[in-house]
Each structure stands twice: as structure tokens, then as C-alpha cells.
């Protein structure tokens, strides 16, 4: 039987840190790479500026993870930031920027959840997608202004926009939760 704890001790803080640090090997070696390859092949097109997008509810997913694991506000938003400081300490291409925007996506992940502690407690589909729906905006808004996209047609930022609200939903949202609801299954969580 597993125990989650909705307070903030030890074994909460080493959890959050286990999945900020597993989440930013994956998202460096994993994704990552993945995006690139996709991103190189798109680039005959002028579509490769939607990959950004594409890929970017993976990159969303340690927030919904901790917030998982640890029911209690402020979770989502250090687990995400972990993942980005692991991510860009081990080579990350983004540099320094990713913890910024791990930053912005882990606490606009958290507003499907917050304020009410019972939200993160029960983990419902409404809101883990309310949270994806957040991350996307908050990621999109960012990255419109870090990396210049007001500069692209109106066009494709409209693909881009709509690409990250598919990729938020389909990894960020439906994935995780039906990751957790595995782990529901398997572990039988308890609340401590």
C-alpha cells in the first residue's frame, strides 16, 4: 500500500525530487532528440516552427506527476522546475531558459488544481485537463515573446496554437491521468 502524503515532509520532498530528476533525464535524452529529428524534417515545409508545439505537452508532464504523487499546492510547480534544472544541467539545448519556462508550465499546470487542497487530492479528468489546458496557454504565451513567434504569420501561429493544445491534451492530460489511474490500480493509494 502507498501513502500520499498532502503535507510537506521528507519523503515529499525526495519524491517530487525522484520525478523532477527522472522527468529531466527523459525530457534531455528522450524528447529532446525526438523533436529535433521531427523539427529537421519539417524544415523544407516552414512548418518546422509547429514541432515547438507539437511536442510540447511532453514536456508538461512532471507537474501533473508530482502533483500526483504529492497532493498539496506548489508540487506541480517544483516538480516541473526540477525537471528543467536536471534538464538543462545535463545539456539541455534551451539553456537557462528552461527553467523559466518550467517555471510558467508548472504553475499554470497547478491552476487545474489550485486553490482548493481537495482538487490535487482527488486528481479528477476535469482537473488534470483544466491544468493541461493552463499549461499550454502559459507555454505558449512565453515562447510567443522568448523566441520571437509574433514574428510568423498569422497562420502558422494559429497551427502552432492548435498543436499545442493537441499535444497538451493527448500527453499532458489523457496520458498522465491514465498513468495515474494505472498506479490507482496497482499501488492503492492512501492519503496520509
Request: glycine share 10%.
Given at each position: 500500500?502507498?501513502?500520499?502524503?498532502?503535507?510537506?515532509?521528507?519523503?515529499?520532498?525526495?519524491?517530487?525530487?525522484?520525478?523532477?530528476?527522472?522527468?529531466?533525464?527523459?525530457?534531455?535524452?528522450?524528447f529532446?532528440?525526438?523533436?529535433?529529428?521531427?523539427?529537421?524534417?519539417l524544415?523544407?515545409?516552414?512548418?518546422?516552427?509547429?514541432?515547438?508545439?507539437?511536442?510540447?505537452?511532453?514536456?508538461?508532464?512532471?507537474?501533473?506527476?508530482?502533483?500526483?504523487?504529492v497532493?498539496?499546492?506548489?508540487?506541480g510547480?517544483?516538480g516541473?522546475?526540477?525537471?528543467?534544472?536536471?534538464?538543462?544541467?545535463i545539456?539541455?539545448?534551451?539553456g537557462?531558459?528552461?527553467?523559466?519556462?518550467?517555471l510558467?508550465?508548472?504553475?499554470?499546470?497547478?491552476?487545474?488544481?489550485?486553490?482548493?487542497?481537495?482538487?490535487?487530492?482527488?486528481f479528477?479528468?476535469?482537473?488534470?485537463?483544466?491544468?493541461?489546458?493552463?499549461?499550454?496557454?502559459?507555454?505558449?504565451?512565453?515562447?510567443?515573446?522568448?523566441?520571437?513567434?509574433?514574428?510568423?504569420?498569422?497562420?502558422l501561429?494559429?497551427?502552432?496554437?492548435?498543436a499545442?493544445?493537441?499535444?497538451?491534451l493527448?500527453?499532458?492530460?489523457?496520458?498522465?491521468?491514465?498513468i495515474?489511474?494505472?498506479?490507482?490500480?496497482v499501488?492503492?493509494?492512501?492519503?496520509?
Amino acid at each position: 500500500m502507498f501513502k500520499k502524503s498532502s503535507k510537506w515532509d521528507i519523503k515529499s520532498i525526495i519524491l517530487v525530487a525522484l520525478i523532477g530528476i527522472l522527468m529531466g533525464v527523459i525530457y534531455t535524452y528522450g524528447f529532446n532528440n525526438l523533436y529535433n529529428l521531427s523539427k529537421i524534417a519539417l524544415l523544407p515545409t516552414g512548418y518546422a516552427p509547429v514541432m515547438d508545439m507539437v511536442f510540447s505537452g511532453l514536456w508538461y508532464i512532471a507537474a501533473p506527476l508530482a502533483m500526483y504523487f504529492v497532493p498539496t499546492p506548489g508540487s506541480g510547480t517544483l516538480g516541473e522546475v526540477l525537471a528543467s534544472i536536471v534538464e538543462m544541467a545535463i545539456g539541455g539545448q534551451w539553456g537557462a531558459m528552461t527553467i523559466l519556462s518550467g517555471l510558467i508550465q508548472g504553475a499554470t499546470n497547478e491552476i487545474g488544481f489550485f486553490p482548493k487542497k481537495s482538487r490535487y487530492q482527488q486528481f479528477t479528468w476535469k482537473s488534470v485537463l483544466t491544468g493541461t489546458f493552463f499549461a499550454n496557454l502559459g507555454g505558449y504565451i512565453s515562447q510567443y515573446f522568448m523566441y520571437g513567434w509574433y514574428k510568423y504569420s498569422l497562420n502558422l501561429q494559429i497551427a502552432m496554437f492548435v498543436a499545442g493544445i493537441f499535444s497538451a491534451l493527448i500527453f499532458d492530460g489523457v496520458l498522465v491521468k491514465l498513468i495515474t489511474n494505472l498506479f490507482d490500480r496497482v499501488l492503492k493509494p492512501e492519503l496520509a
